[in-house]
């Protein structure tokens, strides 16, 4: 008998030092500032998914979460790495 799984999903997010790029690579935004990296783990190595800015959050990167949530019914859990600071205010899905 099939059982309903509620799936969640581990989105990683970490900042990022792109060799000294002055424009955000998803948005070309000029000077957008830090940048950050969206990365799953897919056996046991990092994938990369996107690079973005804070501009491209709430525009790009935050819809394409939710559509898939709602498409597949799974959770997410957001999970950063502080190797470049404290995780910013923002980076939610409220």
Known sequence: ???????????????????????????????????????????VRRRTVKHFCAACWATEIKPLLLQHAAECGCTFTLNWHGWGGDRPAWLTLE
């Open 1 to 43: 008998m099939p059982r309903n799984k509620v799936r969640t999903h581990g989105e990683h997010f970490a900042t990022v030092s792109l060799g000294g790029r002055k424009s955000c690579p998803n948005c070309h935004q000029k000077n957008a500032g830090q940048l950050y990296w969206w990365f799953e783990y897919v056996r």
